[in-house]
Each structure stands twice: as C-alpha cells, then as structure tokens.
Nanobody, 123 residues
Framework: QVQLVESGGGLVQAGDSLRLACAASGRTFSASAMGWFRQAPGKEREFVAA????????WYTDSVKDRFTISRDNAKNTVYLQMNSLKPTDTAVYYC????????????????WGQGTQVTVSS
C-alpha cells in the first residue's frame, strides 16, 4: 500500500516557477517508478513526467521538456516536479502516482494516486 500527498501548488504569473512535492508512505516507494500527471478543466488527465526507481532515467511530455524537471529523494520518500517558465496552459490539477505496470506515459500503468494539487498560471 502506498499513500501519496502532493503539495506546492498555487497561483503564479506566467514565467514564474513552482516546485511540487509528493510525499509517499509505504515500504515500496524506493522500488517504484513515479509519475506526474495533470488534468485541466474539461480535459482528460495527461502525462507530464516520470522517473524510474533510482532517479537515473526520466521521461517528459514534449510540452514541458526544458521547463520541468522531475526528481526524487528516496531517503525522504519524496518525488518533486520543478516547474519553470510556467505558462497559462500549464494550469491544471497536478497528481503524482506510483507506477505499477506498463508504459510510464499511460495513467492505467499507475496503481496509486495522490489527491492532487492545483496550479494556476495567470497571464
């Protein structure tokens, strides 16, 4: 069992930065790949970034490459999403998730989800 709690969301202006954190409980955190997804109003949940268990490999959706960085600290059971040069199109609820099986880019591959944190970027 893994419980995930996101934090760090808020209201910022375009061009600003935010760092999201996802604190995990459960003994399997350090063995699990982790992902960040987001869902804007009226849209489907979409993949943002993922990181393997050791932090040595990361994946990003094209729209956030060179702006967002996913990282993890297994000693703290926490995964982060550093978001720079934020745009209004980044406005969404951001969710972290623990990978279970399958493609890291698909939400169906994740078995545990946090409650989400709102990120709003004004123009």
């Amino acid at each position: 069992q893994v419980q995930l709690v996101e934090s760090g969301g808020g209201l910022v202006q375009a061009g600003d930065s935010l760092r999201l954190a996802c604190a995990a409980s459960g003994r399997t955190f350090s063995a699990s790949a982790m992902g960040w997804f987001r869902q804007a109003p009226g849209k489907e949940r979409e993949f943002v970034a993922a990181i393997n268990w050791s932090g040595s490999t990361t994946w990003y959706t094209d729209s956030v490459k060179d702006r967002f960085t996913i990282s993890r600290d297994n000693a703290k059971n926490t995964v982060y999403l550093q978001m720079n040069s934020l745009k209004p199109t980044d406005t969404a609820v951001y969710y972290c998730a623990a990978h279970y099986s399958g493609s890291y880019r698909r939400s169906e591959a994740y078995g545990y989800w946090g409650q989400g944190t709102q990120v709003t970027v004004s123009s």
